[in-house]
């Protein structure tokens, strides 16, 4: 697993071979990015059921000012500070040991202003995606331009629209959806 643009590109990150950890491949990240676009710069980024960090690492390395990363697994924490410091990342990324299957996390120090740009991968069997969308749609820590991406799997359906988010575009890479969701709805 290596980061695919940016400062950072083709520095590998470590990932758990034989875990429940499921990092986004090489190849979907660069879909998600060519979706969203290649620049990240001036972005704020939320990074939920982060895994490896790879993705909010991957926005870092395209611009991003900074990531938050929220995992539940302790093995996930350990990983994703690992790949900070990897990418020399450490003052850019904070990370929060938080269970998103119970909703999206409360008060907290990290959580200081709105992201604009937020990544949803949770293990795909959990279908929690729409209860998330819900949190961050009536929450507010979506900027007015934010863009969320989620991950699932190819045949989960998606809500078309939650609060202020809309489905914008998605797309299937093998066994992956991307869903493509931006503010604006009912606002």
Do not use: W
Request: proline share 4%; with cysteine; charged share 25%.
């Amino acid at each position: 697993m290596r980061i695919t643009g940016g400062e950072a590109r083709g520095r590998i990150l470590a990932s758990l071979k034989g875990s429940k950890i499921r990092p986004t491949s090489d190849r979907v990240r660069e879909a998600i990015f060519s979706l969203i676009g290649q620049d990240t710069a001036g972005l704020s980024v939320l990074d939920l059921f982060a895994g490896t960090g790879c993705l909010g690492i991957e926005a870092i390395s395209r611009g991003a000012i900074e990531a938050l990363f929220v995992d539940n697994s302790f093995q996930s924490i350990k990983l994703i500070k690992k790949n900070l410091h990897l990418c020399r990342y450490e003052s850019v990324g904070s990370v929060l040991k938080r269970d998103l299957s119970q909703g999206f996390p409360g008060v907290s120090p990290l959580i200081k202003e709105k992201f604009d740009l937020v990544f949803i991968d949770p293990p795909y069997k959990e279908k929690v995606i729409p209860q998330v969308l819900t949190d961050l749609s009536v929450r507010d820590t979506l900027s007015l331009s934010a863009i969320v991406v989620a991950e699932s799997f190819k045949a989960d359906t998606m809500p078309v629209t939650l609060g202020k988010l809309y489905l914008d575009r998605s797309k299937t890479y093998g066994q992956t959806k991307i869903s493509i969701y931006r503010c604006g709805g009912n606002l």
